[in-house]
T-cell receptor
Framework: KQEVTQIPAALSVPEGENLVLNCSFTDSAIYNLQWFRQDPGKGLTSLLLIQSSQREQTSGRLNASLDKSSGRSTLYIAASQPGDSATYLC????????????FGTGTRLQVTL | KAGVTQTPRYLIKTRGQQVTLSCSPISGHRSVSWYQQTPGQGLQFLFEYFSETQRNKGNFPGRFSGRQFSNSRSEMNVSTLELGDSALYLC???????????????FGPGTRLTVL
């Protein structure tokens, strides 16, 4: 059974700092990995999707990497802003069932002024 | 393009009742998935529908069921509600999930169900 872990569970950083969020998964047979953000009481917003054959994806200040063999992904956020405050979730989809996401427990990020 | 919409946004029910939640995917998306989010269990996959057929199913009891219509809109039904069913129910749509190629899932705002 696939298990996805995110460390740390919560993180507080001052504005402008660069930061890294970690995601690890136990079964390397994945179809893709996605990073989402969730604001309190809201739905999920997709940030980046990395296919199993890719090593990284970038969007603006965000960069996500994937090391499938070691079961790890990182989300790098450059020059953090208060608007980045949210819960960040990673999710993997198993090979052959691309729509069945297994989510991590999330990292709650707070960026302070 | 309109995003994924879910109705209603909030529901309060009592134990033993049943409830139906609705999800309208992004236009052109054929896959709709449902997830349950609770503080204790996090986000858990319920089921996925594609072209009106259930294609994947999570580990939930038979009280949880769903269907998809020809226009890709989906409904989820929970019968004989229990206190533990209180959760945020999220649906997600994607263009061609499972047919090859990476597919981003787009989530709706969710329906907050409270069971008293």
């Amino acid at each position: 059974k696939q298990e996805v872990t995110q460390i740390p569970a919560a993180l507080s950083v001052p504005e402008g700092e660069n930061l890294v969020l970690n995601c690890s998964f136990t079964d390397s047979a994945i179809y893709n990995l996605q990073w989402f953000r969730q604001d309190p009481g809201k739905g999920l917003t997709s940030l980046l999707l990395i296919q199993s054959s890719q090593r990284e994806q970038t969007s603006g200040r965000l960069n996500a990497s994937l090391d499938k063999s070691s079961g790890r992904s990182t989300l790098y956020i450059a020059a953090s802003q208060p608007g980045d405050s949210a819960t960040y979730l990673c999710a993997v989809t198993p090979t052959g069932t691309a729509s069945k996401l297994t989510f991590g427990t999330g990292t709650r990020l707070q960026v302070t002024l | 393009k309109a995003g994924v919409t879910q109705t209603p946004r909030y529901l309060i029910k009592t134990r033993g009742q049943q409830v139906t939640l609705s999800c309208s995917p992004i236009s052109g998306h054929r896959s709709v998935s449902w997830y349950q989010q609770t503080p204790g269990q996090g986000l858990q996959f319920l089921f996925e529908y594609f072209s009106e057929t259930q294609r994947n199913k999570g580990n939930f009891p038979g009280r949880f069921s769903g269907r998809q219509f020809s226009n890709s809109r989906s409904e989820m039904n929970v019968s004989t509600l229990e206190l533990g069913d209180s959760a945020l129910y999220l649906c997600a749509s994607s263009l061609e999930a499972g047919l090859g190629g990476a597919d981003t899932q787009y989530f709706g705002p969710g329906t907050r169900l409270t069971v008293l």
